[in-house]
């Protein structure tokens, strides 16, 4: 024992003494020194005599909330990082956890690896993990600016996430700036010394996906002449960034889920047992809840990734977003083609203002690019925009905000006495019943249609009983 | 593997979850936690008693959730399947509750005594 270096003091915070047990039991053999709480107001008076270098949290506990714990570690000074324990049925607790500032979760049953390999990436206390805070100018990721109440929403969302592990789910529509969204994520976070790997998931030809995921060994298939590491292999220590998620096959979809819950997986015509510590940032431009609807995802992945959603809003929503974005892109592309353009006509910032750009941000890039590597001048006039630029277009979202409002008039709610209120489970229930009875009994259709997940329905489906 | 095949049932005990067991802890280590679980079954015994006896339903799922997830790391899987079907899904009349909670107890009974016999024969 005298010859094992002390990794650090981990807490254990779990109500079944056997399973407590065990864990520490694993982390020590590991090399670090644990001690065992069995209810949550113990670990508080364990916290506030010596704050740990990590703290593992079931997020059930026979007293207090697991979430009040977390919650308690993080108003201490120096709080150490919590690794949230949570089982199949408390899983929308630990996504929570997360959003309160919880490094990881780890789903019952984990393996011992599983475990170490968490606390190991935990051990990082959280004041000298330098997360820078978002600049809103940064010349590497010069299309993440935006001062729109919308865009500051995200940029909140994204300091939150970046000092933690969990996964990131980003959704919007196409050039609205996934990918550069990841990676600021990723240079924000302390993994920003690692790599950080992006995957387009539509680009790979599904008899591919799983070489290009996890690698493979010579001879494997036909064409496979040597070894070869996958991005989840080449990404350890930092970021994988998976776009257009919802392309994946389902078979590859349950291979990632299993990579997700242990942490291992194997090269394809290996058996060797390999392990990574990535952090997951996955993108997609489609209703992922539709697609779990509808087959194509599956549920059980969707929950395992949509940790922490960010949905970046379209360029059309983002207001005076849209005029910052064309003058920064504007003195980027015109010092890149040595021309000197340095505005915008009045007249062309009211057709960029109320033109609804269905290609977002890489529209508006592309735009521009093309109006200045073709013309000359100081100001980029209107007779200078590619003919091909929708000049007659109006916003989208105007007129059919228009028609909704219009649609929202004509419905009159008459005005009703104190006898007609009926209670709100009374209406919930009717609308949900309705939605399945048009959904043919389908209820992650219904779900989707309804705006909330599939396990929300069943849970108030069960309530009713 | 410290416990002999002859004395695991294995309709109650996944031997490779004790194997793996002792891969991450050692045989010593081993003997100590299967002694805790069994010490851990029999309290989950009598809080299981006394809940049936006074029809608490909410004891009941409290001692299900303790006993669904360390049954299972235990290897304990029948039982780790029973308990987690009453917890995730309980029937909805009491009574039903109740007679779900007495044939887990009944299986309990029987994992706390295929443990003991193994905790018995484990050659430290």
């Known amino acids: ?465 | 593997m410290p416990i002999s095949e002859q004395f695991v049932d294995k309709s109650i005990t996944e031997l490779n979850v004790l194997t793996q067991l002792e891969k991450d802890v050692g045989t010593t280590v081993l003997a100590r936690l299967i002694k805790l679980f069994i010490d851990e079954l029999v309290t989950m015994a009598n809080q299981l008693d006394t809940a049936i006896s006074s029809e608490d339903t909410i004891k009941i799922k409290e001692v299900m959730h303790v006993l669904k997830n360390s049954a299972a790391l235990y290897g304990a899987s029948a039982l780790a399947a029973l308990a987690t079907q009453l917890h995730d899904s309980p029937p909805s009349t009491t009574q039903e509750n109740l007679h779900a909670a007495l044939v887990i107890k009944h299986n309990l009974d029987k994992t706390r005594d295929a443990y003991q016999i193994m905790s018995n024969s484990i050659a430290i």
């Open chain 1, 1 to 465: 024992m005298s010859d094992i270096i002390d990794k650090g003091l981990v807490y254990i915070v779990e109500d079944s003494i056997a399973s407590g047990a065990l864990y520490a039991s694993q982390l020590e053999q590991a090399g670090f020194q644990c001690k065992h709480f069995t209810d949550g107001y113990s670990a508080l008076v364990g916290i506030k005599e010596k704050m740990p270098a990590v703290i593992v949290q079931d997020v059930c506990l026979p007293d207090i909330s697991g979430l009040e714990v977390l919650q308690f570690v993080n108003k201490q000074k120096n709080p150490a990082n919590v690794v949230m324990i949570t089982s199949n049925s408390s899983i929308d607790i630990a996504v929570e956890a997360m959003r309160l500032g919880g490094f990881d979760f780890l789903e019952k049953p984990f393996t011992s690896q599983r475990l170490i390999s968490s606390v190991e990436s935990a051990l990082t206390p959280k004041e000298q993990v330098k997360v820078q805070p978002l600049v809103k100018n940064r010349d590497k990721n010069q299309d993440f600016v935006g001062e729109s109440l919308a865009m500051k929403t995200v940029f909140r969302l994204l300091d939150s996430a970046a000092r933690s592990k969990a996964c990131v789910f980003i959704t919007g529509e196409s050039g609205t700036g996934k990918e550069v969204c990841a990676q600021t994520l990723h240079d924000t976070s302390p993994r920003n010394t690692g790599p950080f790997i992006a995957i387009n998931c539509a680009a790979i030809p599904a008899e591919l996906f799983e070489s290009e995921f996890f690698g493979h060994v010579k001879g494997a298939f036909s064409g496979a002449l040597s070894d070869r590491k996958g991005a989840v292999e080449v990404a350890n220590g930092g970021t994988l960034f998976l776009d257009e998620l919802c392309e994946m096959e389902l078979n590859l979809q349950a291979k990632l889920l299993r990579f997700l819950q242990t942490g291992i997986f194997s090269k394809v015509g290996s058996s060797e047992v390999l392990h990574s510590d990535v952090r997951l940032v996955c993108a997609t431009n489609r209703n992922p809840i539709i697609e779990v609807a509808e087959g194509r995802f599956r549920e059980d992945l969707y929950y395992r990734l949509n940790v922490i959603p960010v949905k970046l809003p379209p360029l059309r929503e983002r207001g005076g977003d849209i005029l910052l974005l064309a003058e920064y892109i504007l003195k980027q592309k015109s010092d890149s083609n040595a021309k000197h353009f340095t505005g915008f006509s009045d007249e062309v910032k009211a057709l960029f203002c109320n033109y609804d750009w269905p290609g977002n941000i890489r529209e508006l890039q592309n735009v521009i690019e093309n109006t200045v590597v073709i013309n000359d001048g100081d100001v980029i006039e209107k007779d200078m925009l590619p003919s091909s630029f929708g000049l007659g277009a109006v916003k989208h979202s105007i007129s059919a905000k228009s028609v909704h409002n219009t649609n929202e008039q004509s419905v009159q709610l008459s005005p009703m006495s104190v006898h007609d209120i009926e209670p709100l489970w009374q209406v919930e229930k009717r609308a949900i019943e309705n939605a399945i009875k048009s959904c043919e009994d389908n209820i992650p259709l219904a779900a989707a249609y309804l705006g909330v997940s599939a396990s929300t329905i069943y849970r108030k489906i069960k309530g009713w009983s």
